[in-house]
């Protein structure tokens, strides 16, 4: 009886003391230092107003008002880094070759009609600027905008190109703060990372015809949509100054949903469609 009433004492103590740092964390950790605040994310630039990762893409969404740019980067055979979002060529400039085995000046240019990733049955057709641009560029054109900046290989030399970088969770670690959250752990636990990015999963039926989800596709994207989709996570990491982005938005259903739990900033392929949703719902900011 006396290790039952031991036992128990000790259990609520422990669901008591993790629901009170986890509606307070500050109590225990120092809150993150911000030194912007991402709401408007412009996704490869803004890709289903613009070419992706171009310039023009990048300045249109700069002069709309974006926090921030998303961009990919891959590094070429003579060592420059290149704003690009495959490693091979073809679906994006119609020439079967990887970046890396080309020169910068090898590159070719973008096609004229590239499809929007996260827009089911949508195509962007873009203007004159068709060239793949250097990261440098996107630095030195846009010095006062956040970039956020997506290395899609695992290379070293690329990696000590971009240094001295605020980073995110990577996916293990993703996988590692959900067990500390659903285990009461997460308010205990001392975070390096200043940003979660995670995608919304319930945005799949919109990605592909819904006809033609399986049963277990369905099943899968609910349960990881009902696991990542928490309010009380983002509100957790928030007070701690970690800054949570979810992507690739494109309606304003969802871009409603998003900030409705919490999200510090949304990513989308249509800059204007957001800023015109944040503009008629008051979101700033300053918020």
Request: charged share 25%.
């Amino acid at each position: 009886m006396c290790a039952a009433v031991y036992v128990l004492s000790t259990v609520t103590g422990y669901v008591l003391t993790s629901a009170l740092l986890l509606k307070c964390p500050t109590l225990l950790h120092r809150r993150k230092r911000e030194t912007f605040l991402g709401r408007h994310i412009s996704h490869r630039g803004g890709a289903g107003e613009n070419l992706e990762n171009t310039m023009a893409a990048f300045k249109h969404a700069v002069d709309l008002g974006t926090d921030m740019l998303e961009l990919d980067c891959h590094l070429t055979k003579d060592e420059q880094v290149v704003v690009s979002h495959d490693t091979n060529l073809h679906r994006a400039t119609g020439i079967d070759a990887q970046i890396s085995d080309m020169t910068y000046a090898e590159l070719p240019p973008y096609l004229c009609k590239l499809g929007v990733s996260f827009q089911r049955e949508c195509f962007c057709e873009g203007g004159e600027d068709k060239r793949i641009p250097l990261l440098g560029d996107v630095f030195d054109a846009f010095p006062n905008t956040p970039v956020n900046i997506d290395i899609k290989v695992n290379d070293d030399t690329l990696i000590k190109k971009n240094p001295r970088i605020p980073v995110l969770f990577s996916l293990t670690r993703v996988l590692q703060l959900l067990g500390l959250f659903y285990t009461g752990l997460l308010p205990f636990i001392p975070l390096k990372e200043q940003f979660f990015e995670i995608p919304m999963p319930s945005i799949i039926t919109k990605l592909k015809d819904p006809r033609k989800l399986t049963r277990t596709q369905r099943l899968i994207a609910w349960l990881a949509d009902t696991l990542l989709m928490r309010k009380a996570l983002f509100d957790h990491l928030t007070a701690r100054g970690i800054q949570v982005y979810i992507w690739v938005l494109n309606d304003e259903e969802d871009f409603q949903r998003a900030f409705a739990l919490g999200a510090t900033g949304v990513m989308t392929d249509f800059p204007t469609r957001l800023k015109d949703f944040m503009d008629r719902n008051g979101i700033s900011k300053l918020q």
